[in-house]
Structures are given as structure tokens and as C-alpha cells.
């Protein structure tokens, strides 16, 4: 896509799930289902602002009319996941009876297909409607009951569309913006469950008239659009003290003694570079003019206790933006949070929902603090635990507390990951799967299965269950050196996929001249076993100096299955908290990578083949060196502003190009 963006960054909260609020312990003997007091017993006070969001399904229908000259037209029907934020204000009268008014946003989900208004083509080109997002200002007119409300609720729709044409005899596309108005109306029910939460269910349609755009004199394109959802909702009432909370570092979070927990996050991310040095261009070159993009995420992370044991977790999140040149043109590309899927508006995805059972032998204890992806409680040291459900592979493996996160530390994909770990995701890195570790005080085994994707870079999964797949083992040993602690991982992983192989690739383009070495990697897919490895370190040198490494490597035979460019790499660096200069939660981190490719996969490129992120349409190879440094100085509690720079040396293996010197800024506030 590359187009720049210009969406306000309003969107702060993010859809929720409530499942059924079932209660907890911190041990896992024996499964239980002990019923708990509930919650909140006072009546709930519905009067106030609030600010919530929501997710769900939507469902809708465009009838459109093309004249391109000749005239085509139909219906289409679409859907998916949906998810989107709202805020609002109540007022309850004496009588019971609420009046609101209500502003909210719905977003699809990050599939296109789900968003797809209408698709068709003419004799010349074909038409696509793209919806970004759909919002409404609604009152609401409710009656109150003790802790539940039910409520309809009606007024003005808008939505926004992107039109594309494309030329069906050139590579010529035009795209244009499409804003309708319409109304909207539905009923819900809602429950105050907890001192200024509350949860909802709710139907709403929108109705959009018929709206036209022109490309050019005779060529047209008009349409109408229905669009119906079903949706689930969380909504935390706000007051003055809520302000002074923020201000003062206090979170707003859920409330004590209950059995779900919530943490939210948002992360904004701005990088730039100027002109380098380019002898020649390919379809996944760096752009060799100076360029600046943006990515913007935002998230939550509800956990509910079930039963002894048992937590359900759940992260909706809103993606939006852009990698730079579109997230090509290097193997360690410089932002993680820059996924494979461009979108000029947030879009919803269901990051993570899985389910985790722990069981205790008993013995000794630690303690867990609440966070992103843990419930706080006690549990055994010596445990089994089972997860299972969609997440990432690297929320399990290849962890490590000084390189982890693009969101907290560095930003390079080489540096928070082991560079040619190629484990499974789709592309925005996540996949489904299932994961068993055994934990003892100095050591922890790990063992688990994923799907893969049915093709490289792939958001289908392939269905081929245990016959294709990703199976992953890591051991995980801890130590004391010099009074210092510190880990040692070793992952094997091993992946059967779907795909073509680079040295027949290359045999196929010698005896077939004029084949594009790409369609000819293409032609050689099969089921093929793909392995590596990696060797992780992470050492406190000091109360405030911790130091990282990481080795990986892959045999580099059959292309990428889901991650990067990447055959071998070699990471490392330092992060250093601030207590020495008067900022103990300002954090330092210094780290270089040095990135290779197997003799099949630079051979490939030579002839002008394309990998995942990086083709030049040739090569002169060098190894690809990256120097990262970053400054995370802490605004305020729960707010990181973060200056990144990032030195690259021959990018995507190719010493006719470069060096670039990448500049970011990022900013990252969360409870």
C-alpha cells in the first residue's frame, strides 16, 4: 500500500470478551468449581462518563453499480470479527429511566477479505470497496433495574471506504476515499458487575444509502452498503478521581479481590531515515530516498480465573500503520512492530486467546506479580503447565529479559528475536498451537506443537494437522555467577511445511530461460522439513547492567516459512538502567546483530529471486551488520518516550547498496 497515514491517534481502548467470571486459587491440586460472594452487591450507580470497548461479529451487504463505460453491478455480502472502542455519558432520572448519548467506532478485522464491500470488473478494469471503519453517534434510552440496564439506542451513522480501480491490462491502480452517512439503531442489556465496571451485549445496524465517486468521465463507481453487529462489551465508568489516578502513576485497573485481572498498552513508533546510497532498485529493495513511516498499536489484556489452576486469556488489539518501504528491504528489519499487513486505519485482530492449566507438586513457592499475559498469585516452583489456543511462538520460546519486546526495548527484528529462528506466524506473528513445561527451581524443559502457514508468509493456516506442523523444544538451565543470575536456553525447532526450495529454484530458471526465479521457487513447492536452532544467554552483571547474546541458525534450504530472511545470526548487547545518573527506571540499551544467508538462498537472490522481505533483483553479497542503541526515559509512571537509532551495513546482504542510518522515536504508555 505505502500510503501515508493521517488517522488521529483517539482510538485508546480496545475491544473486550467477558466470559463467564468464574473464581481462582494460586495452587492447581485438584480442579474444583467452589462458588465465590459476588463481586458487588451495592446497586450499581449508571450515572457518568464512561469509556469502554467492544468486539464481536459484523455482517453486511454492498449493492454496487460500475460505468466503466459499459455498466455492471451486484450484491456482495461480507464479514468477520469486528472490534472498536466507545465512550459516552448517562444520565439516570428518578423514574429509572437512563438517558445517554454514545460515540463509538468499529473496526474489522485484519483479514481484507472480511472488509471487502463489493469486488467486480468491467471489459477494462476490476473495482474493489474496501471498508476502514464504521462509527456512530447514538442517544440511548434505557431503564435501570439494581445492577442491570437494558436500552435501545438510535441515531447518525458514518463510514469511511477506500475504492480502488485496477487496470486489467497494466499494473495501473487508483484508489479513492468513500465517506457515507446513514443511521444507525439496536438494543442491548447491560450489567454493573464491580464498582465502576460494567459488561454488555448489544445488537446495532447501520443502513448507508446509495454514494457515488467518479474515476474519470464515464468511469463510475456507486453503492449502498448494510452492516449488522452482534457484540460483547466491557465499559469502566470515569470520574475526577480517575484523572488524578493517571496523573499521580495510579492504574485504573479491575478491582481487588476479584478473580480477572486487565493490563493495557499503547505504542506509537515513528521512523525515518535519509537518502543512501543505491547502485540499482528491486521489488523488495529499501527505498533509497529518504523516507518516514509510522506504526501505531493498542491493547488489552483481560485474564479471567476459572477454575484451581485454570486462567483463560484474552488480547484484543488495534493495529495500525506502516513498515518502512512497505516492511521490505532488509533481513533484520528495524521496527517489530511493523508486521507484514499495511493498514491505513487500526484494525482488529484477536491476538491472543488461550487457555492455561497449571498443576502444583507441592513444595516450595514463588510469588507472580499481575502483568501483561500472567496472573498474580502464588504458585509451586516445581509445576506442570499446559497452554493452548492462539499465541505466539515467541511468548513461550526464546525469551529474554534485556531483548524481548519492540514495544519496551529494542526495535530491530534480530536483536528482540534470534534473527533466523523461522518459527511459525502468521503476518502479523501469531499462529495456534499447544505447549507443555515442566518447571523446577534451576532448570525448566518446554515442548510444543503449532500450525503452520500453507504457504510462506501466509495468514491461512495449513489444516494438515501433525502431518505439517512446527514442533519446538527448548531446556532452560539457571545459575549464580558472581552473586549474579542468570539463564541459558537451548531451542531445537523443526518445521514441515509447504514450500519451495532454492536450489531447485534456481536448476528450474537455468533450464527454463525467461522464468521468473521467483514463479520457479514457487513451482517447486512441496512438503518439505525445514530446522535450527538457537543458543540464547542472558547474565546480570550488576544490580543495573544486564547482558544478552544469542546465536541461530537454520539449513537454509527451502524458503522462509513465516518470519525473515535470515540463515545464521549472531546477536548481542548490554541494557543498563539509570540509577547511576539519578534515573533508576530510564533504561540504556546498546546491541549489535550480524545477519547471513546459506549459499542456496544468496544464489537465489543473485538471479533475481524474492524472498520474504529482501530482492534486489541481484546481489553482491556481504553479510548484513546492524548496530542498535536506544534511550527509554520514563515520562511519568506508566509512560516510556523512547529515541532509537539503528546503523545498517549492507542491506539485505547487498554491499551495492547502503549504509542507512534509521532514526525513531516511540512512545509507549500503559496500565
Given at each position: 500500500m505505502g500510503r501515508s497515514t493521517g488517522w488521529p491517534k483517539l482510538l485508546g481502548g480496545l475491544a473486550l470478551m467477558i466470559p463467564a467470571l468464574m473464581p481462582r486459587s494460586g495452587r492447581a491440586a485438584d480442579i474444583t468449581l467452589p462458588l465465590k460472594a459476588p463481586l458487588w452487591t451495592a446497586a450499581y450507580d449508571w450515572s457518568g462518563v464512561y469509556l469502554g470497548g467492544h468486539a464481536g461479529y459484523g455482517f453486511g451487504r454492498g449493492d454496487a453499480t460500475v460505468r466503466d463505460p459499459d455498466q455492471v453491478g451486484g450484491r456482495h455480502g461480507f464479514g468477520g470479527q469486528i472490534g472498536g472502542v466507545q465512550v459516552g455519558y448517562n444520565y439516570v432520572l428518578p423514574s429509572r429511566l437512563l438517558l445517554g448519548i454514545e460515540a463509538d467506532a468499529m473496526l474489522p478485522n485484519y483479514f481484507l477479505s472480511n472488509g471487502a464491500?463489493?469486488?467486480?470488473?468491467?471489459?477494462?478494469?476490476?473495482?474493489?470497496?474496501?471498508?476502514?471503519?464504521?462509527?456512530?453517534?447514538?442517544?440511548?434510552?434505557?431503564?435501570?433495574?439494581?445492577?442491570?440496564?437494558?436500552y435501545g439506542t438510535g441515531g447518525l451513522a458514518l463510514s469511511s471506504s477506500q475504492v480502488t480501480r485496477s487496470s486489467l491490462s497494466t499494473d495501473d491502480e487508483l484508489t479513492k476515499g468513500l465517506m457515507r452517512t446513514g443511521w444507525a439503531a439496536g438494543a442491548g442489556i447491560e450489567y454493573g458487575f464491580a464498582r465502576d465496571w460494567s459488561a454488555r451485549l448489544e445488537y446495532l445496524h447501520a443502513h448507508f444509502g446509495q454514494w457515488r465517486t467518479?474515476?474519470?468521465?464515464?468511469?463510475?463507481?456507486?453503492?449502498?452498503?448494510n452492516f449488522s453487529a452482534l457484540r460483547l462489551g466491557l465499559n469502566r465508568k470515569l470520574d475526577w478521581s480517575d484523572v488524578t489516578a493517571a496523573w499521580d502513576g495510579r492504574p485504573i485497573t479491575a478491582p481487588d479481590n476479584s478473580n480477572w485481572e486487565i493490563h493495557g498498552q499503547t505504542t506509537y513508533i515513528q521512523q525515518a531515515y535519509p537518502s543512501f546510497r543505491s547502485l540499482y532498485y528491486g521489488p523488495n529493495s529499501l527505498h533509497d530516498s529518504a523516507q518516514t513511516k509510522q506504526t501505531w498499536s493498542t491493547s488489552l489484556f483481560l485474564t479471567f480465573g476459572l477454575w484451581d489452576g485454570a486462567e483463560l486469556y484474552y488480547n484484543p488489539e488495534l493495529l495500525q500503520g506502516f513498515g518502512l518501504s512497505d516492511t521490505t528491504g532488509l533481513g533484520g528489519f528495524p521496527n517489530g512492530e511493523?508486521?507484514?499487513?499495511?493498514?491505513?486505519?487500526?484494525?482488529?485482530?484477536?491476538?491472543?486467546?488461550?487457555?492455561?492449566?497449571?498443576?502444583?507438586?507441592?513444595?516450595?513457592?514463588?510469588?507472580?506479580?499481575?502483568?501483561?499475559?500472567?496472573?498474580?498469585?502464588k504458585r509451586d516452583i516445581s509445576r506442570l503447565t499446559i497452554q493452548?489456543?492462539?499465541?505466539?511462538?515467541?511468548?513461550?520460546?526464546?525469551?529474554?529479559?534485556?531483548?524481548?519486546?519492540?514495544r519496551v526495548d529494542f526495535l530491530n527484528w534480530s536483536i528482540w528475536a534470534a534473527g533466523a529462528f523461522d518459527y511459525p506466524a502468521d503476518k502479523v506473528g501469531l499462529t495456534y498451537g499447544a505447549v507443555a513445561e515442566f518447571n523446577q527451581k534451576q532448570w525448566a524443559l518446554r515442548a510444543g506443537y503449532f500450525l503452520t502457514g500453507n504457504e510462506s508468509n501466509s495468514n491461512n493456516f495449513d489444516g494438515a494437522v501433525f502431518r505439517r506442523g512446527a514442533y519446538l523444544t527448548e531446556m532452560e538451565t539457571r545459575y549464580t555467577l558472581f552473586s549474579q543470575p542468570?539463564?541459558?536456553?537451548?531451542?531445537?525447532?523443526?518445521?514441515?511445511?509447504?514450500?519451495?526450495?532454492?536450489?531447485?529454484?534456481?536448476?528450474?530458471?537455468?533450464?527454463?530461460?525467461?522464468?521468473?526465479?521467483?514463479?520457479?521457487?514457487?513451482?517447486?513447492?512441496?512438503?518439505?522439513?525445514?530446522y535450527g536452532y538457537v543458543l540464547g544467554l542472558e547474565q546480570s552483571l550488576t544490580d543495573t547492567i544486564g547482558l544478552f547474546g544469542r546465536w541461530s541458525w537454520n539449513n537454509g534450504k527451502s524458503e522462509i516459512a513465516a518470519f525473515t530472511d535470515i540463515d545464521a545470526s549472531l546477536s548481542g548487547g548490554l541494557s543498563i538502567k539509570g540509577a547511576s545518573w539519578g534515573r533508576p527506571t530510564d533504561t540504556i540499551g546498546i546491541a549489535g546483530a550480524i545477519n547471513a544467508l546459506s549459499r542456496d538462498h544468496r544464489d537465489y537472490l543473485a538471479i533475481g529471486g524474492l524472498g520474504i522481505l529482501i530482492g534486489d533483483g541481484q546481489l553482491n553479497y556481504?553479510?548484513?551488520?546492524?548496530?542498535?542503541?536506544?534511550?527509554?526515559?520514563?515520562?511519568?509512571?506508566?509512560?516510556?518516550?523512547?529515541?532509537?537509532?539503528?546503523?545498517?551495513?549492507?542491506?539485505?546482504?547487498?554491499?551495492?547498496?547502503g549504509p542507512v542510518s534509521i532514526f525513531s522515536g516511540r512512545v509507549r504508555a500503559a496500565f
Open positions: 464491500v463489493w469486488s467486480g470488473a468491467t471489459a477494462q478494469n476490476s473495482f474493489t470497496e474496501q471498508v476502514d471503519y464504521i462509527a456512530t453517534l447514538r442517544g440511548r434510552l434505557g431503564y435501570v433495574t439494581g445492577n442491570w440496564m437494558v467518479e474515476f474519470s468521465p464515464g468511469s463510475s463507481y456507486a453503492s449502498a452498503m511493523a508486521q507484514k499487513s499495511d493498514f491505513l486505519y487500526p484494525h482488529y485482530n484477536t491476538s491472543r486467546l488461550f487457555l492455561r492449566q497449571t498443576f502444583g507438586f507441592g513444595g516450595e513457592q514463588e510469588t507472580i506479580n499481575s502483568d501483561y499475559g500472567q496472573m498474580s498469585g493452548v489456543g492462539k499465541f505466539a511462538v515467541h511468548d513461550v520460546f526464546d525469551n529474554n529479559a534485556y531483548a524481548q519486546d519492540a542468570g539463564k541459558f536456553r537451548i531451542t531445537g525447532w523443526l518445521n514441515n511445511s509447504f514450500a519451495g526450495n532454492y536450489r531447485g529454484a534456481i536448476d528450474l530458471t537455468a533450464a527454463m530461460p525467461g522464468l521468473d526465479p521467483t514463479d520457479a521457487l514457487v513451482a517447486t513447492r512441496e512438503g518439505r522439513i525445514k556481504r553479510q548484513e551488520k546492524i548496530f542498535e542503541a536506544y534511550y527509554a526515559m520514563n515520562v511519568f509512571a506508566g509512560t516510556v518516550a523512547t529515541l532509537d537509532y539503528q546503523f545498517i551495513t549492507n542491506p539485505a546482504y547487498n554491499a551495492d547498496r
